[in-house]
């Protein structure tokens, strides 16, 4: 049923346009926002819930990226599934918590997370949380091309076209000039993410060792201190990370998501951890039995043979499905970080910052979004480049400052002037701030031990 416009309506359109109300894409996406009123209209649940998600399960399936799922498989492959699948289960739980607050605030205040904190705390922390930001996107979109480098390897696909197909990924999916299109293509690619719950399946898992570990977090790792540390760090950085919260709640934005959507944006986020924990799982247990069968994994770490390893015994096509889910880990991840920078940089310095303007009303915007791309594509390409030291510690960065991120959301969660009667309730709060906490531990841990093992006092490994 078309929505008829009556001319008092169109021009008081017209006028809003004029003064600066209406920005461009607001009324690109009123196309959208009325699908969505329709279906609601309508009572429509399962079509409302189809046009709504997207943000969500987007953020959590595009942080399992390449080193993410390289992150897991070694956990898996050195210590076995014992501790390490529940808690990599635990650290979803604590993305989901995370990610709602991000999805709720862009909901309410039509504010991305950069734009919100140079308003509510000023120009220096602004400033600083777009550089931390951009330091450890550029380090991540590294690691993303070097999955994608690593999983077509197994193909015989060179490096150089390998790379050049992930930027032609970003380069397409950012040509329409409507969120709606990009977000679409990154789902479409996102469903892939669960190859890993297809190769876990091929492994043959013991069941009742899946439910021993989830029941009791044992066999309790053994072995080296720092190394155990590393792994935990690791892995916390691959569920909870600063570019999530600038790209979830930048997204619901540019989707035009208002308050009355948050009940199925609550949905996408679950439904988003829930399938990322499975796929997340998924690699563990595959790479369990690496572990299982005693194979030394110390050349492992950074995935440049894992695919070849587990040949033997899972087969050829279970090898060939975890090369794929690399490479479909690390393209999805470069076009969600790179909307991420592209998304915080546009609202620092009050420019584009959205997938709904047109290409020659954006310039910038797409500048940056394919333009961090390129520069990540290129380092993997250098001669010589420390691509081992780049993997192993990307999830250590983020994971080393993400504390700070999550100060300020729940600072913004609970800003009674900006969220109203939709702050963050009493419960949450301390579940936040039991969230930053676990973060804060794990990377400062390993950095603690790995320094005193540096100058040489050895008990603590």
Not at 70 to 88: D, E, K, Q, R, V
Request: hydrophobic letters at 55%.
């Amino acid at each position: 049923m078309a929505v008829k416009t009556e001319p008092s309506e169109k021009a008081s359109s017209a006028e809003a346009t004029a003064e600066g109300l209406l920005t461009p894409e607001d009324l690109t996406r009123s196309g959208d926002r009325r699908r969505v009123l329709e279906a609601r209209h309508r009572g429509r649940r399962f079509g409302l819930l189809w046009l709504l998600v997207g943000p969500g399960l987007l953020v959590l399936l595009g942080e399992n990226d390449g080193p993410s799922m390289l992150s897991y498989a070694a956990s898996g492959a050195t210590y076995g599934i014992g501790f390490f699948l529940p808690f990599i289960a635990v650290t979803f739980v604590a993305a989901v918590v995370v990610q709602e607050m991000a999805m709720r605030v862009g909901a309410v205040t039509h504010r991305g997370y950069g734009e919100l904190i140079f308003q509510r705390f000023g120009g220096f922390w602004g400033w600083l949380s777009v550089v931390d930001l951009l330091g450890t996107n550029l380090v991540t979109l590294v690691t993303e091309f070097i999955a994608i480098r690593v999983g077509m390897s197994f193909f015989g696909v060179p490096a150089p076209l390998a790379v050049g197909g992930g930027l032609v990924l970003v380069a397409f999916s950012i040509a329409g000039g409507r969120y709606w299109r990009w977000e679409r293509i990154a789902l479409g690619l996102a469903v892939f993410n669960l190859l890993f719950v297809v190769v876990a399946v091929m492994s043959r898992p013991d069941p009742a060792a899946l439910a021993h570990a989830f029941a009791t977090w044992t066999p309790l790792p053994n072995g080296s201190l720092q190394l155990f540390l590393l792994v935990l760090a690791s892995n916390v950085g691959a569920t909870v990370t600063p570019w999530m919260v600038f790209f979830q709640q930048s997204a619901v934005v540019d989707k035009g998501m208002t308050p009355k959507d948050i009940p199925q944006a609550r949905i996408d986020t679950v439904l988003g951890g829930l399938l990322a924990a499975a796929a997340g799982c998924g690699a563990l247990v595959a790479a369990s039995v690496l572990f299982v069968h005693h194979v030394d994994t110390s050349q492992l770490q950074a995935g440049t043979g894992f695919a070849q390893a587990l040949q033997p015994f899972i087969g050829y096509p279970g090898a060939a499905i975890f090369s794929l889910g690399l490479v479909e880990a690390g393209a999805l991840a470069i076009m969600t970080i790179s909307a991420s920078t592209a998304y915080a940089l546009g609202e620092a310095v009050k420019g584009p910052h959205s997938f709904n303007r047109k290409l020659g009303d954006a310039k910038s915007f797409y500048g940056i979004n394919l333009g961090a791309a390129v520069v990540a594509a290129a380092v993997v390409l250098i001669p010589g480049a420390p691509l081992l030291s780049i993997t192993l510690n990307a999830n250590l960065l983020a994971t080393v400052l993400m504390p700070a991120a999550l100060v300020f959301l729940i600072m913004l969660a609970n800003d009674r002037e900006l969220m109203g009667p939709r702050s963050n309730p009493g419960w949450l709060n301390w579940i936040g701030i039991a969230v930053a906490v676990l973060v804060g531990l794990a990377g400062t841990s390993y950095a603690v031990v790995a320094f005193f093992n540096t100058v040489g006092w050895h008990f603590l490994s």
